[in-house]
């Protein structure tokens, strides 16, 4: 079995492990190629990501993750990533994954999409369980998939305006109320001061 | 793979033209039928609308979204420890075995791992979750063809297995026991025996389901031929589990997925079926429940002693990076791709959830169907419905 990086070939924008990033032009080419070279026969699912920094909601102080840190954290992780598989170099990104079941092997494929016009042609014609992964990204993302026989909602209620899984979407319960699980990521009484990483937990 | 759609849809033309033939007098007017929300064979929320002819679907589309509660979006707001508690009430039957994949994509991107006592024990109650489930479809499948029986013998003996989840965990639905790192506890005292017990029974409980509904006449009509899936359909939708390995499909993640977890310290049989019927779809969990138990036990007869925790933060950050893992639940390929941006919750996370890709094949299958094999194939592909909706 030839490996996806030679198969894919001039198609690859970055590649590491399992995971390839394409052009969103060569998409689904892209598919056919992972499907009648690599043997992938199987699909796995098709969904998004917005990399649109997450609002800090009010009070939340865990869900904002470029806030600086405070004290005693010297070797928190860098809130920014670099981007090669992982990461984006626009808002969007589509990701998939596909399995073969003959060579027991998966790859994830991922593109970066227009921040204005996120659209990449659509997988229906390749692999037919893409038709509801579809619908489900153009609802929660608002990607656009070009060659889909219907898109239209497939959870949400037909009148639904604009898309849940996006970073700038609200959501209203947090809007109204802080979280009260928060309490648990807050030191316990009688704890030094500081967010309790040096606290190693007994075994 | 396009040459399968195209013997089916023959098939469904000729026995158009046939009916056409029978029908010239008796002229069949089509109607419209909606089959839920409210369903038994819908384990939930699911609405079928099928347009009929006669006896005979022509077009038949599912509506889900009922009972949608928007977990990936959710997941956004809640820390790592936190999100236990939302995903396994995914596939609510299958309760420990969606904590799972989760804890372990964590565990990947901060490369912890947890002592081989919890790899083990998380390995039991992942395979006593798939008994509970799938003991329940074994009952269930009765019910949908019209056999009350059944599924009073599998609630009586799904039981015991919840009762042992709720010794550990408290828990009997929902036990949120898996932690970064390792288990919430250890087993409590006489579980081991009790459990081996139970397993014995559960292993009665298959051969009388074998004797009850297999062997029966009228399930074997109800089900024999109907719904075929072939592989490479099946494949392409994105079917996973005991579906495609009631179609001949030999692809287990337990075996062919490297995992921490115990299932590569036991052996196991991987068991298929070529004919991809709902009666294929029935034997190939019938055995996979029986194999489950026999896992079960030969994992309690070599349970390592030591710690059930890895050392972590008592706040946990998890490295920036990506992960994907996936794992055999008792509905199918589960997975959660999770994305991390090195803060106290996940910055994605993407629900791959079995039951979602199962029944997207429902309007491939059920076209050229009669309606009362609609709700055996709907039973047979078995599907949650909070395992569609996430």
Not at chain 1, 168 to 175: I, Q, T, V
Not at chain 2, 151 to 166: Q, S
């Amino acid at each position: 079995m030839s490996s996806a990086a030679e198969v894919l070939g001039d198609l690859l924008v970055a590649e590491e492990g399992d995971v390839v990033r394409v052009d969103r032009a060569n998409w689904k080419r892209a598919a056919e190629l992972c499907r009648d070279r690599l043997h992938m026969d199987y699909f796995c699912f098709l969904s998004g990501i917005d990399w649109l920094p997450a609002p800090g909601l009010s009070g939340e102080k865990v869900f904002d993750p470029d806030a600086p840190t405070d004290g005693g954290d010297e070797d928190a992780e860098p809130t920014e990533m670099e981007t090669g598989v992982a990461g984006g170099d626009t808002r969007f990104q589509v990701l998939a994954r596909l399995y073969s079941t003959r060579h027991k092997v998966g790859i994830t494929l991922k593109a970066d999409l227009d921040d204005a016009d996120p659209a990449v042609e659509s997988w229906t014609t390749v692999y037919r369980g893409a038709d509801w992964h579809e619908r489900e990204a153009w609802e929660m993302y608002g990607f656009r998939f070009d060659g889909h026989p219907s898109l239209r909602h497939i959870y949400l209620p037909g009148e639904f305006e604009g898309h849940p899984l996006r970073k700038d979407f609200p959501l209203l319960a947090r809007e109204v109320k802080p979280w009260p699980g928060l309490v648990d990521v807050e030191p316990m009484p009688g704890e030094p001061e500081g967010d309790g990483e040096a606290e190693e937990a007994s075994a | 793979m396009t040459t399968t759609t195209d013997w089916k849809q023959a098939a469904y033309v000729a026995g158009q033209a046939a009916d056409a033939r029978v029908n010239v007098e008796l002229e069949t007017e089509g109607m419209t039928l909606n089959l839920g929300p409210q369903h038994p064979a819908t384990h939930g929320t699911l609405r079928i609308v099928a347009r009929l002819d006669g006896e005979q679907v022509v077009w038949a589309e599912p509506v889900c979204g009922y009972m949608h509660r928007g977990y990936e979006k959710l997941c956004e707001v809640r820390t790592y420890p936190q999100v236990t508690t939302l995903v396994n009430r995914i596939d609510w039957l299958g309760h420990f075995a969606n904590e799972v994949p989760f804890i372990l994509a964590a565990e990947k991107l901060m490369e912890v791992e947890a002592p081989p006592r919890a790899q083990w024990l998380r390995t039991i109650f992942f395979e006593m979750a798939r008994i509970a489930n799938v003991s329940l479809f074994l009952g269930d499948m009765g019910v949908q063809l019209g056999a009350i029986t059944p599924v009073f013998f599998a609630f009586r003996d799904r039981e015991h297995v919840l009762n042992l989840m709720e010794a550990v965990t408290g828990g009997r639905f929902h036990p949120n026991f898996d932690r970064i790192g390792g288990l919430k506890e250890d087993l409590p005292k006489g579980w081991v025996d009790e459990t081996k017990a139970v397993m014995k029974r559960v292993r009665t409980f298959c051969d009388e389901m074998e004797d009850l509904l297999m062997g029966n006449e009228i399930f074997q009509t109800r089900t024999r031929g109907i719904g075929v899936i072939p592989p490479a359909v099946g494949l392409e939708y994105g079917l996973s589990g005991a579906n495609v390995r009631a179609s001949g499909v030999d692809w287990d993640l337990r075996r062919d997925e490297p995992s921490p977890l115990a299932w590569k310290d036991v052996d196991f049989k991987v068991w298929t079926h070529p004919d991809g019927d709902s009666f294929a779809r029935y034997w190939v969990r019938l055995q996979e429940v029986r194999e489950a138990s026999l896992i079960v036990e030969k994992l309690l007869d070599g349970l390592p002693s030591g710690s059930i925790q890895a050392k972590v933060p008592r706040i946990i950050k998890v490295t920036a990076g990506e992960a994907w893992v996936h794992t055999e639940n008792p509905l199918g390929e589960m997975g959660y791709y999770v994305v991390s941006k090195g803060g106290l919750g996940p910055f994605r996370c993407k629900i791959r959830t079995p039951s979602f890709n199962n029944i997207s094949i429902l309007p491939w299958v059920l076209r050229g169907t009669y309606v009362p094999d609609v709700i055996t194939i709907l039973a047979s592909l078995y599907f949650i419905l909070g395992d569609i909706d996430r």
